[in-house]
C-alpha cells in the first residue's frame, strides 16, 4: 500500500540517520574541542589532529565522552533523515507523473 510504502520510506531514512550519527558523533566531539581548544602561543595544543584526539579523549575520559552530546543529536537527525527520504521520494513521484515516460 501507499502509506505502508511512505512507512518504510520513512524507517529507512530514520535508521539511515541513526547510523550516520553514530558513526559521526565521535568526530564531532573532536572537532568541538579543536575548535575550542584556548590558543597559547609556544604551547602545543591538547587537541591537535583528529584521530590522536579520539584517543587523548578515550584514554583520558573514557569512551562515552566521545558521544557526549548523542542524545539531543540522534533526537534530531533520526527523524530528519526520515523525513528526508520521504520528501525525496515524493519529489521524485511528482516529476515522474508531471514527465511521464520515459520518467516513470
Known sequence: TY????FNNFISGAVGGFIGTVLNTPFDVVKSRIQGAEKIPGVAPKY???YPSLAVIAREEGAAALYKGFVPKV???APGGGVLLLVVEATLNAFAKALGPPYV
Open 75 to 77: 533526537l534530531r537527525l
Open 48 to 50: 591537535n589532529w583528529t
Open 3 to 6: 502509506s505502508g510504502q511512505l
